[in-house]
């Protein structure tokens, strides 16, 4: 169900990261931004952040299709007390609250060990109440808030993080 990311899923990654951004971010983004999304575009940035082979990516597979996924990998903006981040995940509508998104986290939890990072930060959109929710309820620790630029707004994001992979709690 859940497996590694490889190349020739770039595309299909695309697809679910563009649909889902559409859907999760409608009335927080501008339509406009969200309209402009381009699954070519993200394909060719799936694929090479696949073949680099620097951050470890998963897909969740449901009769035969790509229906989720998510990346890790090192902790990208020096957050004092991380070495891990959950970079990305994702679950098309569709096939959400059927425990995909929590078999990707252990999939991510478990890359992040083999890359030797043993906590993990996630950011999340604060108004994203439902992803927070999830993180919530995987044990997740509030840390802080920032602003972000997404396209042309400036929101607001917040963290949560496991100071111990083993903290986790599916
Ligand atoms: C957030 C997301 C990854 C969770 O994945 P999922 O497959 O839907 O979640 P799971 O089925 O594994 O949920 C595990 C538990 O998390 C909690 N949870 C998940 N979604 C929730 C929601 N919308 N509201 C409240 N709690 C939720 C529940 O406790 C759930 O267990 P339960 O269904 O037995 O009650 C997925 O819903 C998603 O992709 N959302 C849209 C994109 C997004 O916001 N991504 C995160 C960006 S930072």
Redesign the pocket.
């Known amino acids: 169900m859940i497996r590694p990311a490889k190349l020739e899923d770039a595309p299909a990654i695309a697809r679910v990261h563009v649909a889902?951004w559409q859907?999760?971010y409608q009335g927080m983004l501008p339509e406009e931004f969200l309209e402009s999304l381009s699954e070519t575009g993200y394909a060719d940035r799936w694929k090479r952040v696949i073949g680099e082979g620097s951050s470890r990516v998963y897909v969740a597979e449901h009769e035969g299709e790509v229906v989720?996924f998510a990346s890790g990998g090192r902790e990208r903006a020096g957050e004092t007390g991380y070495t891990g981040e959950l970079y990305?995940?994702?679950?098309i509508d569709a096939?959400?609250?059927?425990?995909?998104?929590?078999?990707?986290v252990r999939s991510t939890v478990a890359g992040l060990r083999e890359l030797g990072l043993d906590d993990m930060i996630?950011?999340?959109?604060r108004d994203?109440?439902?992803?927070r929710?999830?993180y919530e309820?995987?044990g997740g620790a509030y840390v802080r808030a920032q602003p972000i630029t997404i396209g042309s707004v400036t929101l607001e994001e917040v963290s949560y993080g496991w100071r111990r992979l083993d903290d986790v709690r599916y």
Request: proline share 3%; hydrophobic share 45%; glycine share 10%.
């Open positions: 889902s859907s999760t989720g990305a995940i994702y679950v096939a959400q609250r059927r425990g995909f998104g929590r078999e990707l996630i950011w999340v959109l994203n109440q439902p992803a929710s999830f309820r995987l």
